[in-house]
């Protein structure tokens, strides 16, 4: 059982009645952000809180706290919870925000390069993060049973638009890409744009030009910059990361610290 903020009052949950996508999940109708703890402390919280409102905004959903209200109860969370490295997760919907956090059990193996399968999905909101998550989780559940760490979804076209929980980004030649719309504006991803030294060009790339990519990388909240070796059979830079995604993964450490409070 995970123990979880309602409104500020404890109450106890089953983990699946708090993951979005599940069946037994009731909340379709509304918002939720994922992030990190280091050593007990949000990463980029004040980011991810600020998406939070901006997409409450968007769907005429009122939320019932303040941002600083809703950081309070966060700290509650994470500082009654017995693991210093922790993924939490904020939901809001209406008249309700639920705050609790999970061990984040980070495999460290994955810094030296992920499998990936692409999978054909586009999500219809995918501006805003809501928990109207079924199809990503299917997805993510069909990579993870081939043994893969993430689906790459495909437009009907077959162009790369997204992870099911993170964003893409590429190098071809010595240039970084990410795409520009049509994805979720990641906190990481936002991050790397705003912090780079290398700059990011907006593109598009077709999963039959793979081979075309010298490096491939992931973002999300809770593992950081993710290096891709392989996209379904195909191998990318000989399934090592390369130079830039492994620069960027130092410098993303550094943005991160910065961002605590």
């Not at 050593?39 to 998406?51: E, G, S």
């Not at 990388?217 to 191998?235: A, C, E, H, Q």
């Amino acid at each position: 059982m995970i123990q979880a903020l309602v409104n500020g009052i404890w109450k106890s949950f089953d983990e699946k009645d708090l993951q979005p996508g599940t069946n037994s999940f009731k909340m379709n109708s509304g918002l939720y952000e994922t992030f990190r703890t280091k050593n007990f402390k949000p990463v980029l919280l004040k980011q991810h809180l600020d998406r939070l409102f901006q997409s409450a905004e968007k769907i005429n959903l009122k939320i019932m706290y303040s941002k600083t209200e809703i950081e309070k109860m966060i700290k509650i969370v994470i500082n009654n919870f017995h693991e210093k490295n922790q993924r939490a997760r904020v939901i809001v919907f209406k008249d309700i925000l639920v705050v609790y956090t999970t061990a984040l059990d980070l495999d460290i193996q994955i810094y030296d390069g992920v499998d990936t399968l692409t999978v054909s999905y586009e999500r219809n909101t995918p501006d805003i993060k809501t928990t109207d998550y079924k199809g990503c989780l299917d997805a993510y559940k069909k990579a993870n049973k081939k043994s893969c760490f993430e689906a790459i979804l495909l437009d009907r076209n077959n162009y790369i638009l997204e992870g099911s929980r993170s964003n893409v980004f590429w190098v071809i030649s010595n240039s970084l890409f990410t795409r520009k719309d049509n994805v979720l504006p990641g906190i990481t991803r936002k991050t790397i744009i705003e912090h780079s030294p290398i700059p990011i060009h907006y593109g598009k790339l077709k999963i039959f030009d793979i081979n075309r990519v010298d490096e491939l990388f992931l973002t999300n909240s809770g593992s950081g910059i993710i290096p891709v070796r392989k996209v379904d059979s195909m191998i990318i830079n000989n399934s090592s990361p390369g130079p830039i995604t492994f620069k960027l993964l130092e410098l993303f450490n550094l943005w991160s610290k910065k961002s605590f409070k």
